[in-house]
């Protein structure tokens, strides 16, 4: 009996057919090929790479913008004149979007790591497109609508700066396979990488941050104000979040305040009582009016707690116990006077924000400073230092993105809205004085930066994780040529055989002997003779029809 054996021997290889598969819907073996990709697929794959980088910039700033959520909400309710949280549907999408393109770069970097061409699926491109028109389109509006929260990005660089630097050495060092196979085939391209590797080590020559600095020169803790009170967990502007920031050992209380029709100093932010008392219920034609317009009576006898415990503006509410929100419930609007009771039996100060009230309220020209001298005046614009003494200014209130290091040297600065553990430590190592903060009780459980670390520190973890990535990336880059060299020795004949199974020499001599008589017979009639010469030690010979080694032919 005659034993076949196949001429190669094929491998499922499901995790290759699963990344094409996935990526290009080319689950079948001959659907596949190692062919350089066509210019039109790069340009897509370029389009996926664009997605991506846009995509990740852009949870960047939502995660560091975290610190102003409640603010955005704000601003969207100043437009729409109805509560909602907008960040909970930006965050959903840029998530999806954001991992939808990474597994698209994952599979994509590995096509090019195992040579396999580039061919998008169809309907990955139309999600791809929507994805970056979609978030092309959010920029835009978030440019327009809320531009100043950009200066987070630049804030926060200071702080993650130095970890991003770290992140990305990992993220190349991990890419360097791809990397070096790309630069060993790409001649006319590897000057261009090798730049931007360059370009990557030397990054640290650029960093900046506040808290890299002897810990001796480290000031003292910044005071942490409590911003109408505790808004994080009582309704802002009542007596119950005044003392909810008061447990937190806050130094300080900071209201707004506005005058009523009768002239009662009250607290609230808004310029209508719509958003956080039931105003549309007890007085609806009057819903809409300024806040100034309603007597002290009438502002009294309105809900300040239920719309925290419906709209839940920080997610908090579930973790209230059933007292506080009971308390909650029963909230009123809290006047001047009873916050500056509560601040005198405590022992701390207080600190407001005055809105004038309209041109038609009949308290308009009156003069605050004028009424009461004591009064301690802030400002909230920088100026020199000789005009802020002339005119009694001890104190700069300003927002975090207005405060540098030249205005926090000269004078006592506060700064707000500061609600985030990392923003608080940069304010620290900056030099603040004070903070006003939405959340002084995640404040409370920062003792110390949460990080810190002197000049000579930074520079020895950056040159040793630059020297690690360096070895790692040339050691790859020398098996990589290594490698292409060894290939370009092989003939045709042994790169055909690398794909077999490894098999005993007799038996791929055989493999080997029926692959020339399988090209023979379809090349030549039956009437044909043809003598084959040995390349293995092997006589062979076919004649009508018939082929096989000599050895066998005697045998038979």
């Known amino acids: 009996m005659v034993k076949h054996q196949p001429l190669q021997v094929y491998e499922r290889q499901l995790c290759l057919s699963c990344l094409t598969g996935i990526y290009g819907c080319r689950w079948k073996r001959y659907q596949r090929s190692h062919d350089d990709s066509s210019k039109w697929e790069c340009s897509w794959f ?34 729409s004149a109805v509560w909602k949280d907008g960040t909970v549907p930006i965050l959903a999408t840029t998530l ?61 660089l200071q702080f993650t700066g130095p970890f991003l630097h770290i ?72 007596i119950m979040s005044f003392s909810k920031a008061l447990q937190q050992k806050v130094t300080a209380l900071e209201a707004d305040v506005t005058i009523s029709l009768d002239g009662v100093p009250f607290l609230m932010r808004d310029r209508t009582l719509r958003r956080t008392t039931n105003v549309d219920k007890l007085f609806p034609a009057r819903q809409d009016h300024d806040a100034s317009f309603f007597n002290w009576t009438e502002i009294r006898s309105l809900n300040a707690g239920f719309w925290f415990l419906r709209d839940d503006p920080y997610w908090t509410v579930q973790y209230m116990s059933e007292k506080d929100r009971n308390r909650t419930a029963n909230q009123t609007v ?3 006077a009873e916050l500056l009771r509560l601040a005198a039996r405590t022992n701390r100060s207080v600190i407001f924000s005055l809105r004038g009230p309209p041109p038609q309220h009949p308290r308009h020209q009156k003069k605050v400073r004028a009424a009461v001298p004591l009064l301690q005046q802030t400002s909230d614009e920088k100026l020199p230092v000789a005009e802020l003494k002339e005119r009694g200014i001890s104190t700069l209130t300003l927002h975090y993105s207005q405060a540098r290091a030249q205005d926090i040297s000269n004078v006592s600065v506060n700064v707000y809205p500061v609600n985030e553990p990392w923003l608080y430590s940069l304010m ?72 077999v199974v490894r098999r005993p020499s007799r038996d791929i001599n055989l493999m080997k002997e029926k ?3 399988s090209e023979i017979s379809n090349g030549v009639g039956s009437t044909d003779e043809l003598s084959v010469y040995t ?12 082929m096989m080694p000599a050895r066998h032919a005697n045998k038979l």
């Open 515 to 517: 692959l020339i008589f």
């Open 428 to 499: 620290w190592c900056s030099g603040v004085q004070s903070v006003s903060s939405d959340a002084p009780h995640i404040l409370k459980k920062v003792p110390n930066p949460i990080w810190i670390m002197s000049a000579d520190e930074y520079g020895l973890i950056w040159i040793t994780s630059d020297l690690i990535s360096v070895a790692i990336v040339i050691g790859i880059f020398i098996f990589q040529k290594w490698k292409m060299s060894g290939m370009r020795s092989y003939n045709p004949e042994q790169i055909m055989l690398s794909a």
């Open 46 to 79: 370029f389009l996926v790479c664009c997605s991506f980088l846009l995509l990740l910039v852009w949870s960047y700033f939502w995660l560091e913008a975290r610190n102003d959520y409640n603010e955005f909400n704000w601003l969207l309710y100043n437009r």
């Open 96 to 156: 999806t979007g954001f991992t939808y393109t990474a597994f698209l770069m994952i599979l994509a970097l590995c096509h090019i790591a195992l040579g396999q061409q580039l061919n998008l699926y169809w309907i990955h491109k139309i999600v791809v497109l929507a994805i970056l028109l979609s978030t092309i389109t959010g920029v835009v509006s978030i440019d327009d609508f809320w531009q100043d929260e950009w200066d987070i990005v630049i804030i926060s």
């Open 334 to 336: 809290c006047s001047l």
């Open 535 to 546: 390349g293995n030690g092997l006589d062979a010979y076919a004649r009508d029809d018939i």
């Open 167 to 238: 992140g990305a050495l990992a993220a190349v060092t991990a890419l360097g396979w791809v990397i070096t196979n790309q630069v060993v085939r790409m001649e006319r391209s590897s000057e261009l990488k090798v730049i931007i590797l360059l370009v990557l080590y030397l990054v640290p020559l650029f960093i900046s941050s506040p808290c890299i600095m002897d810990r001796s020169k480290l000031g003292p803790r910044p005071a942490v104000i409590g911003r109408r009170g505790a808004p994080m967990l009582a309704p802002e502007h009542t």
